[in-house]
């Protein structure tokens, strides 16, 4: 497993939240190369946009894949994900349907980052 090492920037810069409709829509701005976005899993299937920019996607620990605007990553239920910008000014969408509860569950937080 790699190891990870807290980017001076941590989490994203600018995060927005809107719920319409049942859709909880997550905005991230994350405006340094380099930044994580802290490694977690939800309790279901959930989808993240990536708007503009590159991110490099870890799932479980494991090097997934360096994805590049515009596409939609599909996140399983359970599955610990982790983000690292790698442009300046990326910007990544959670997208999450609420109706099953009124809050976006997080199954747990992995704190992998850690400061060198």
């Not at 719920?19 to 909880?24: L, P």
């Not at 994580?36 to 894949?65: C, E, M, N, T």
């Not at 599909?74 to 999450?96: M, P, S």
Request: charged share 25%; glycine share 4%.
């Amino acid at each position: 497993m790699t190891e990870f090492v807290k980017a001076a920037e941590q989490p994203p810069d600018d995060i927005e939240f809107q719920t319409i409709d049942d859709v909880f829509i997550k905005v991230m701005q994350i405006n340094k190369v380099g930044t994580y976005v802290p490694q977690h899993s939800h309790v279901y299937d959930h989808g993240s946009f990536l708007a503009h920019g590159s991110i490099r996607v870890w799932q479980d620990g494991k090097l997934d894949a360096d994805y590049h605007a515009p596409c939609l990553l599909h996140i399983q239920a359970g599955v610990k994900h982790l983000f690292q910008a790698l442009e300046d000014n990326t910007r990544v969408l959670c997208i999450h349907n609420v109706s099953r509860a009124e809050i976006v569950e997080i199954l747990e937080r992995h704190d992998i980052v850690k400061e060198s």
